[in-house]
Structures are given as structure tokens and as C-alpha cells.
């Protein structure tokens, strides 16, 4: 099982709010991730990083921001949610060396529902 | 279009059925392949990752690779109750690449 970790699992919260969720990972994989994956859609990656201080946005543009100050944390913030904001959050790491860079280890996700 | 396609399913089958799950693709650069289960209300883990063409085999599931029709298979013998999930294909160009996910099969196992 990946030691990756995400809080909370599920938030309801009104519109306006501001919130973050942390991702936490205890492999010391220098790349991590963040997708959002809505019910029968793929998954789409919204903000990723490379390593310490530095982090990327992904395909799909978010008002979402992210920061990596250490290693092993990774956390999202919204400053201002809005329903639009509804859906399942994953966060993900991988090793950066090795033949196995490609094998991308999941967090049990975050529930956001904004109302 | 997409780049990975994938039907969603829902696919229902009896406890013991064989089943086949498959991802067609646009991209022949793709070289690294890799299919994801995800179970309900948790993130998706691997399940099988193959490079290139050909066969892999682990234990009831055997993934496929055919990159001249740029299509990959999933294969489950003797389905359990417990493969009910959703299972998600997913491939990279390279070693640390991006990875680009088909939107998953939701697979139920009856007893």
C-alpha cells in the first residue's frame, strides 16, 4: 500500500471559502501531483512538481494554487471556492530515477463539495 | 479527440467470467503502459505496467500490448466479487513522462 496520504477525506463547504488540502507522502519521491477526477471522466492534472520549490501547472487550468516547501508535502488551496470547484481531488508521487518513474502512487483522494 | 479512449461501462459480469478490458490510442510515441484499479472512494493503484509491445501475465490478469492497432487489453480470469471496480488505462511517452488516462470501465462482479 502507498504511503500517501490526504486530509480531509471529504469537505462540504460554502461558497467563498477559502481552504486548503494536504497531500503527505513518506517515500521521499521528489515528483508529486495533483489531478481532479469527476464521475466518468479521466483523469486530469492540474498541478504537478518536481521537487522543492518547484511546481508547474498541468493540463487543465485550475484556480487552484500549490506549494512544495518541503519534500514530502504537497498542499492545494482555493482561495475563494465556488460549486465549480465540485469534484474529486487525487494527489500522486513518484520516484525520479529507476525504471519505474512511470508508476504514479495515489492518495485516497479528497471529496470537495462546494455549495 | 482524445488521446486515450476507453469505454466507461458500466460492465456487469457472473462470478467466474472472463473479462476484457480495453484502451485504443492516437499517440504511437506512447511506449510505457500501465492499467489502474480504483476502488470506491480510493485512489487508483497499479495493477499491471508493461513497456512496449507483447504479454504480461500476473497471477488472474494478463495485460496486452499491440502497438501496431495502438490498442491494450486488460485481461481478468475467474472474476471475483472483489474485481468490481473501475479500471483505468493509462500510458506515457517516456520514463517520467506525463502520464494521459482514459476515463476508466467501471466493472461489476455479481456473485
Known amino acids: 500500500e502507498a504511503d500517501i496520504y490526504q486530509t480531509p477525506r471529504y469537505l462540504v463547504i460554502g461558497t467563498g471559502k477559502k481552504i486548503t488540502l494536504e497531500c503527505s507522502q513518506t517515500?521521499?519521491?521528489?515528483?508529486m501531483y495533483w489531478y481532479q477526477q469527476d464521475p466518468g471522466m479521466e483523469l486530469h492534472l492540474i498541478h504537478y512538481?518536481?521537487?522543492?520549490?518547484?511546481?508547474e501547472k498541468g493540463d487543465l487550468s485550475s484556480e487552484s494554487t500549490v506549494s512544495r516547501i518541503r519534500t514530502e508535502h504537497f498542499p492545494l488551496t482555493l482561495e475563494s471556492a465556488r460549486p465549480s470547484h465540485t469534484s474529486q481531488y487525487l494527489c500522486?508521487?513518484?520516484?525520479?530515477?529507476?525504471?519505474?518513474?512511470?508508476?504514479?502512487?495515489f492518495g485516497a483522494g479528497t471529496r470537495l463539495s462546494v455549495l | 479527440q482524445k488521446e486515450v479512449e476507453q469505454d466507461p461501462g458500466p460492465l456487469s459480469v457472473p462470478e467466474g467470467a472472463i473479462v476484457s478490458l480495453n484502451c485504443t490510442y492516437s499517440?504511437?510515441?506512447?511506449?510505457?503502459f500501465m492499467w489502474y484499479r480504483q476502488y470506491s472512494r480510493k485512489g487508483p493503484e497499479l495493477l499491471m505496467y508493461?513497456?512496449?509491445?507483447g504479454n504480461k501475465e500476473d497471477g488472474r490478469f494478463t495485460a496486452q500490448v499491440d502497438k501496431s492497432s495502438k490498442y491494450i487489453s486488460l485481461f481478468i480470469r475467474d472474476s471475483q466479487p472483489s474485481d468490481s471496480a473501475t479500471y483505468l488505462c493509462?500510458?506515457?511517452?517516456?520514463?517520467?513522462?506525463?502520464?494521459?488516462f482514459g476515463q476508466g470501465t467501471e466493472l461489476s462482479v455479481k456473485p
Open positions: 500522486a508521487s513518484s520516484e525520479t530515477r529507476g525504471n519505474r518513474q512511470n508508476i504514479q502512487y
Open positions: 517515500m521521499g519521491h521528489d515528483k
Open positions: 512538481s518536481y521537487g522543492v520549490n518547484s511546481t
Open positions: 499517440n504511437s510515441a506512447f511506449q510505457y
Open positions: 508493461t513497456y512496449s509491445s
Open positions: 493509462a500510458m506515457s511517452r517516456n520514463q517520467g513522462g506525463k502520464l494521459i
